[in-house]
């Protein structure tokens, strides 16, 4: 196998171990995509400071080590789609953080960008804080995603003011060793059985604690100065997953919660998109010869 071959096939590898799937590099139809509270989708990018230096070091030739990007969240996470496609993007530029040799029986470290995910179906913030899903002790890593908040809004019983202690809690130590945080604000999603509901059919309808869950994080987010990105803006606001469900080529399940692999692949490569101009705009604020 040649450099090259080797370097894709590790990328593949270290994805997410043996469960890992390939993405494909080339972007599907991308979609409409809708306005956000957030500049250009993402709050707070100042937060993401620590992960932008890494990146550049690793442009510049500087890092010799892996950028390692950790994702715990719920059944879009599990997937591995949405954070498959962000993966693939970043590695498109950066490299693939892991090379194969004939010496080695195992990828060895290399400049580029490593991403690996722990997703579980039903999974809460709540759980997270107990270990469901854990991260894995995969290094130290330059940035933790957190994606949750569906199963969260979906929850009657939700305490806006325990869900609010426990996501301070959880960025707090997540950051603890300089690390950069991002949370994924919760996407839009409908319940079945509603009467008056916003979508075409009129009986389905977001639970309303996931707006909750939404403001919570934004706001958490801010005063504890991470990243925030606006996914329900992204993906179209309210009700966007009974329109993007009704598209020929639907984006999101019947269900109007989880995404189809089309959906994941062009969701997942608007958070890419935003991510790397939030990037390109802070190594131009930078300027010419101040990056180390």
Not at 91 to 99: K, L, P, V
Not at 187 to 204: F, H, I, K, M
Not at 213 to 236: C, N
């Amino acid at each position: 196998m040649n450099r090259a071959g080797a370097l894709i096939f590790a990328g593949v590898l270290t994805a997410t171990g043996a469960a890992a799937q390939e993405v494909a590099y080339a972007d599907l139809d991308r979609g409409p995509v809708g306005t956000s509270i957030c500049p250009g989708g993402m709050c707070g990018s100042a937060g993401l400071t620590p992960l932008f230096e890494a990146l550049a070091a690793t442009e510049a030739g500087e890092r010799k080590t892996p950028v390692l990007i950790l994702q715990a969240g719920d059944s879009h996470t599990a997937g591995g789609k949405i954070s498959g496609k962000l993966r693939a993007r970043l590695q498109m530029r950066f490299g693939y953080g892991a090379m194969l040799t004939a010496d080695a029986p195992e990828p060895i470290d290399a400049p580029g960008v490593r991403l690996i995910e722990a997703g579980e179906v039903g999974a809460t913030l709540t759980g997270f804080a107990t270990g469901k899903p854990a991260l894995p002790s995969a290094g130290s890593a330059v940035l933790t995603i957190l994606a949750f908040g569906t199963n969260d809004g979906f929850d009657d019983g939700l305490d806006p003011v325990v869900f609010e202690a426990l996501l301070r809690n959880q960025v707090e130590g997540l950051r603890k060793d300089g690390a950069a945080v991002l949370i994924l604000g919760a996407p839009d999603a409908l319940r079945t059985g509603s009467g008056g509901g916003c979508s075409a059919d009129g009986l389905r309808a977001p639970p309303a604690n996931l707006a909750v869950v939404r403001d919570v994080q934004r706001r958490v987010a801010a005063e504890l100065g991470v990243a925030f990105w606006d996914w329900h803006g992204r993906m179209g606001g309210d009700c966007s997953a009974d329109r993007l469900a009704l598209r020929a080529d639907p984006f999101m399940r019947g269900d109007r919660v989880h995404f189809t692999a089309a959906g994941a692949d062009w969701i997942g490569g608007v958070l890419a998109d935003d991510l790397l101009a939030a990037y390109d705009a802070w190594k131009a604020s930078q300027g010419p010869g101040s990056i180390r």
